[in-house]
């Protein structure tokens, strides 16, 4: 049976003993049912990970001893997915998807044709984000977390020089992606941009270009903006990181 995964903030080198408090104390105690004497992994978002063995469950913690910890994960590449804001069931699976995916970052991303940012919630929209992509992790053992951005402008995402490679699909054509992959060279860190639902306008698709944003293709079908978002990360995910 494969061991339950929960998500502890920091687990120091050598650590021997870790305990679990709120949310994920809650979580192995009352929804996984977790018992003293059962192994469990830990994890802390960064690249870390343990096994460890249940040792004490207590009304407001567990204590777990650790057993073995594994190498840090470090992927190769650094993917950032960018997703224009869509309605709020669909955005919500695109970052599941890329959580798992083990993209590195997610940014919802205002445009024209988006829907609009939250309002008065964004803070808890935000937080809501971050359990979504923390659960997404523990789900598939990943070692590491997606860090949830809050919604930016398209033209303030423009301006950002952290991703050294800058992707966008594109249904007006564009390199195919796999070409792009299955280059030569050592994969950059990339940002993949997708649009919103209705598409970007020529404007902003000018000032893409402008940017430095490559057009992309996944082919001849017109996919939803959230499959795109999928089938893309997925792409680059396995050709760059696995």
Do not use: Y
């Given at each position: 049976?494969?061991?339950?995964?929960?998500?502890?903030?920091?687990i120091?080198?050598?650590?021997?003993?870790i305990?679990?408090?709120?949310?994920?104390?809650?979580?192995?105690?009352?929804?996984?049912?977790?018992?003293?004497?059962?192994?469990?992994?830990?994890?802390?978002?960064r690249?870390?990970?343990?096994?460890?063995?249940?040792?004490?469950?207590?009304?407001?913690?567990?204590?777990?001893a650790?057993?073995?910890e594994?190498?840090?994960?470090?992927?190769?590449?650094?993917?950032?997915?960018?997703?224009?804001?869509?309605?709020?069931?669909k955005?919500?699976?695109?970052?599941?998807?890329?959580?798992?995916?083990?993209?590195?970052?997610?940014?919802?991303?205002?445009?024209a044709?988006?829907?609009?940012?939250?309002?008065?919630?964004?803070d808890?929209?935000?937080?809501?984000?971050?359990?979504?992509?923390?659960?997404?992790?523990?789900?598939?053992?990943s070692?590491?977390?997606?860090?949830?951005?809050?919604?930016?402008?398209?033209?303030?995402?423009?301006?950002?020089?952290?991703?050294?490679?800058r992707?966008?699909?594109?249904?007006?054509?564009?390199?195919?992606?796999?070409?792009?992959?299955?280059?030569?060279?050592?994969?950059?860190?990339?940002?993949?941009?997708?649009?919103?639902a209705g598409?970007?306008?020529?404007?902003?698709?000018?000032?893409l270009?402008?940017?430095?944003f490559?057009?992309?293709?996944?082919?001849?079908?017109?996919?939803?903006?959230?499959?795109?978002?999928?089938a893309?990360?997925?792409?680059?995910?396995?050709?760059?990181?696995?």
């Amino acid at each position: 049976m494969t061991a339950n995964q929960f998500f502890v903030p920091d687990i120091a080198e050598g650590a021997t003993r870790i305990v679990l408090e709120g949310e994920e104390h809650r979580h192995l105690a009352r929804a996984a049912r977790v018992r003293q004497g059962e192994k469990i992994w830990l994890f802390d978002g960064r690249g870390r990970r343990v096994l460890a063995r249940v040792d004490k469950v207590a009304a407001d913690h567990t204590e777990a001893a650790v057993l073995k910890e594994e190498a840090p994960e470090r992927p190769r590449t650094r993917i950032v997915l960018a997703q224009a804001l869509l309605e709020a069931r669909k955005l919500e699976g695109v970052l599941e998807k890329a959580a798992e995916l083990g993209c590195a970052g997610f940014v919802p991303v205002t445009s024209a044709r988006s829907l609009r940012a939250p309002g008065e919630r964004a803070d808890r929209k935000l937080e809501r984000w971050a359990r979504i992509a923390r659960e997404a992790a523990k789900q598939c053992k990943s070692r590491l977390l997606t860090d949830v951005f809050p919604p930016r402008p398209l033209a303030d995402l423009l301006r950002d020089p952290e991703a050294e490679r800058r992707l966008v699909l594109s249904e007006h054509g564009g390199r195919p992606l796999r070409e792009v992959l299955a280059g030569p060279g050592v994969p950059l860190p990339v940002l993949l941009l997708v649009g919103p639902a209705g598409g970007w306008t020529a404007g902003e698709e000018k000032a893409l270009h402008a940017a430095g944003f490559e057009p992309v293709s996944l082919g001849r079908r017109v996919l939803r903006a959230e499959t795109a978002a999928v089938a893309g990360a997925a792409m680059i995910a396995h050709f760059w990181n696995e």
